[in-house]
């Protein structure tokens, strides 16, 4: 069975640095995209961007270029989201998901992780 | 960035009841469409994806329909367990984008 298991909450401060982790089991990690979704608290699901483990191709939704960074490290089936600068605003929920399937570039992602809470607060 | 957008925002239904949510996108995505449930504190489920195949193991009364544009999920007899959020998502090249969500709330 497809696993997510993704990294515990985190509470930082802002100006700090965060990498959350996501791994994949039960698969081969390196054929299927791994997508990254935030969930501010009490609002809706936003895409944020995918990377696909194999040749590390990422994609990011306008909304969050160039403010996080998705990258894998599929000798250790694991995919990450990372901040440089932590804000306020970044306090959210963040999943990642994995693709079920695709037809070209085109993606639905069927098997989700529980989410990882991040909390960013002075 | 294509724009989804789902109507109503909340929905107040009892249980046995037909409900149908609506999502619109601001461009084709040809069948493009997924369809998420949501419980608080639970990670979205699949529910159906190129606009009206169901996922495996999730119960016939959920359906979707639509192209192009305009899609719909219905639930055909409302169930307990359906009380939740329902997110629409588009996944049209790699530029992925959810419709801000439907809460089905018991009337």
């Known amino acids: 069975e497809v696993q997510l298991v993704q990294s515990g909450a985190e509470v930082k401060k802002p100006g700090e640095s965060l990498k959350i982790s996501c791994k994949g089991s039960e698969y081969t990690f390196s054929n299927y995209w791994i997508g990254w979704v935030r969930q501010m608290p009490g609002k809706g699901l936003e895409w944020m961007g995918m990377?696909?483990?194999?040749?590390?191709?990422?994609t990011y939704s306008p909304s969050f270029q160039g403010q996080v960074t998705i990258s894998a490290d599929k000798a250790i089936s694991t995919a990450y989201l990372q901040w440089s600068s932590l804000k306020a605003s970044d306090t959210a929920m963040y999943y990642c998901a994995r693709q079920t399937e695709c037809s070209g570039s085109s993606c639905y992602f069927g098997y989700w992780g529980l989410g990882t809470l991040v909390t960013v607060s002075s | 960035d294509i724009q989804m957008t789902q109507s109503p925002s909340t929905l107040s239904a009892s249980v046995g009841d037909r409900v149908t949510i609506t999502c619109r996108a601001s461009q084709s995505i040809s069948r493009w469409l997924a369809w998420y449930q949501q419980k608080p504190g639970k990670a979205p489920k699949l529910l159906i994806y190129?606009?009206?195949t169901l996922e495996s193991g999730v119960p016939s009364r959920f359906s979707g329909s639509g192209s192009g544009t305009e899609f719909t999920l219905t639930i055909s007899s409302l169930q307990p367990d359906d009380f939740a959020t329902y997110y629409c998502q588009h996944y049209m090249t790699y530029s992925y984008t959810f419709g801000q969500g439907t809460k089905l709330e018991l009337k």
């Open positions: 990377i696909y483990p194999g040749d590390s191709d990422t």
């Open positions: 190129k606009a009206s």
